[in-house]
């Protein structure tokens, strides 16, 4: 069974599927990334999940702080549905917009300064990985979450809370200007 992580940087997620057994793959568009995790003895190849080998079908792909940072994240989770089988897991972890409060003392201006050029919720997230096929198993607002390739759920039981949250942020926001 093969993980994939995608923007390996260092290689520290990388190093820890290999530990516990499985075969590790890594890609990062970072040459001086790619050289760090290969000086650790990692297969980590420049470029994106959509650079695999045919015959290199992983069992999960995980996106660690880099979905965010995407030009075009739809079409990250597109090619990451591709590369899994019916049943593979995704994993996306992130800085949640939900999560200003804590780590920028409630200053979203802070927070949208951020090398982030997307600001997911976890419903934003999850209507975002529906497109491509993916379900939530399981999420927080801090964006670490899990999806499976497959029977797509409906995250609109997400959105009234969603919307409440929203609201609050924007009246934050409007109220600091």
């Known amino acids: ?23 590790g793959i890594g890609f990062d568009m970072n040459p001086k990334n790619v050289e760090a995790g290969r000086s650790m003895g990692l297969d980590v190849r420049l470029g994106g999940v959509g650079d ?5 079908r992983p069992a999960v792909v995980s996106f660690v702080n880099s979905l965010d ?17 019916e049943g593979g897991l995704l994993f996306v972890a992130a ?23 997307y600001h997911f919720t976890l419903a934003s997230l999850s209507a975002l990985a529906l497109q491509s096929g993916f379900r939530l198993l399981r999420g927080d607002e801090t964006i ?15 959105y009234p ?17």
């Open 1 to 23: 069974m093969a993980g994939l992580s995608h923007a390996a940087s260092e290689g520290l997620l990388l190093s820890r599927i290999v530990s516990r057994g499985f075969r």
């Open 69 to 85: 940072t995407s030009t075009n994240p739809q079409a990250e989770l597109s090619m990451a549905a591709e590369q899994l089988g």
């Open 95 to 117: 800085q949640g917009l939900h999560t200003c409060e804590q780590r920028h003392d409630g200053d979203i201006r802070r927070h949208l300064q951020a090398r982030s050029l």
């Open 144 to 158: 670490r979450s899990m999806f499976e390739l497959g029977q797509s759920g409906d995250p609109s039981e997400m």
């Open 52 to 56: 695999l080998r045919p015959d290199e």
């Open 161 to 177: 809370a969603e919307r409440e949250a929203t609201w609050w942020q924007l009246n934050e926001l409007e109220a600091r200007l």
